[in-house]
């Protein structure tokens, strides 16, 4: 008989790093142990409630006994397209520039392997990023190469070059000048930038910018792919509702790809995605939300002897105490409150803390008391 599987074989646990998270428990148990209970601002999860309209098109399309089709519905690649050209300034988007998929995560660590990358090709990142980036270079045994200035990577081998523009963790957000020169730099050494803009909405300090708008990309989506989510703007992070805009060719042959692999979104999520890129309203009220608790969190955090670097964008503030990050994470468990450590995100991050507006307004109003205290 053949031997029996051994999963501390599996060549893939050699590939990947441990997941970060795990680590974090420790700290969450004692944070939990506050008498007032945990305040979680960890992870970038959504707490508030999904708004009306779209869990009306969720529900309305629940009778959907078929199978869906990987492209989606017309009306979702109508509503994809519109939303390109209507928030990001986007021109001339056609339902071939444009891809649904499943939640973007699943797309950020399967593309290098969709793309058919492997041994010998190289995938860059920012040095300070989320690390989901890291290991779809690892899973395809492409080589992951972090970088601070995408302009100083060498081209050699490099196929993939990702941006994250507003960054997770640190808040930064690329100007339209620094996205240009990349997008032209790439184009010159047949590198496919793919430019994850998950955070694009929440701009507080400087307003985002689009890989796929004409003043960055001359008005030619060759060699550029966004990415975008609705689980931050429209809180929909439990529907994995999330889509791809750009280059017809790389889209039209992940489409193919995708297609055997029956990575579908859910009919009900397509209508329910419809209804999300079709109104505004509800965007600019989560919008307010987070930016009351991030006026609250950052004006205790500074009061509290942190520093601030960054963070004109996006759901997080970047904060340190000019320690290393495992002590902040430790002292501030002592106060019921769990942030996130920044070398979580690289070695570079290890003496700042992630910190999360993906809190309730109560939650937000205890840990302002607490660093207070």
């Not at 970038?44 to 492209?71: F, K, M, N, Q």
């Not at 056609?94 to 891809?99: E, K």
């Not at 409150?337 to 309730?360: E, H, K, N, S, W």
Request: charged residues 25%.
């Amino acid at each position: 008989m053949p031997p029996a599987f051994d999963p501390s074989h599996a060549p893939v646990s050699e590939r990947l790093p441990v997941f970060p998270w795990d680590r974090l428990e420790p700290y969450k148990t004692g944070a939990a142990a506050h008498a007032d209970g945990i305040v979680d601002l960890s992870v970038g999860t959504p707490v508030d409630p999904v708004p009306a309209p779209i869990r009306r098109a969720l529900a309305d399309a629940a009778d959907s006994p078929g199978y869906p089709t990987v492209w989606g519905t017309a009306a979702l690649r109508d509503a994809i397209a519109g939303w390109c050209e209507r928030r990001l300034g986007a021109r001339g988007v056609q339902h071939a520039n444009v891809l649904p998929v499943v939640g973007s995560k699943e797309l950020v660590a399967s593309l290098p392997g969709q793309l058919g990358l492997g041994p010998g090709d190289r995938v860059a990142f920012p040095r300070l990023a989320y690390p989901t980036y890291e290991v779809g270079a690892r899973l395809a045994r492409a080589e992951p190469v972090a970088y601070d200035d995408p302009l100083r990577v060498d081209p050699a081998g490099l196929r993939l070059l990702w941006l994250n523009s507003p960054s997770n963790p640190t808040g930064r957000v690329l100007d339209t000048g620094e996205l240009r020169r990349v997008v032209a730099w790439a184009r010159e050494h047949g590198v496919l930038v793919v430019s994850d803009e998950c955070y694009l909405e929440l701009g507080w300090e400087a307003d985002p910018g689009s890989v796929l708008h004409p003043e960055v990309n001359g008005g030619s989506y060759d060699g550029v792919v966004a990415v975008h989510s609705l689980s931050k703007r429209s809180n929909l992070a439990g529907y994995r509702a999330a889509f791809l805009a750009g280059d017809a060719a790389v889209l039209g042959e992940l489409l193919q790809i995708r297609k055997h692999g029956g990575m579908m979104v859910p009919a009900p999520v397509q209508a329910a995605t419809i209804a999300a890129l079709g109104d505004d309203a509800h965007v600019a009220e989560q919008r307010e939300r987070y930016a009351a608790r991030r006026r609250a969190l950052r004006g205790a955090l500074e009061g509290a002897g942190f520093r601030i670097e960054h963070s004109e964008a996006s759901l997080y503030l970047w904060a340190t105490r000019d320690e290393p990050c495992w002590e902040t994470v430790g002292e501030l468990s002592k106060r019921g409150i769990l942030v996130a450590p920044g070398d979580f995100y690289g070695p570079a991050g290890d003496r700042f803390v992630r910190v999360a507006l993906t809190a309730t307004d109560e939650r937000v109003a205890a840990a302002v008391r607490r660093l207070a205290g």
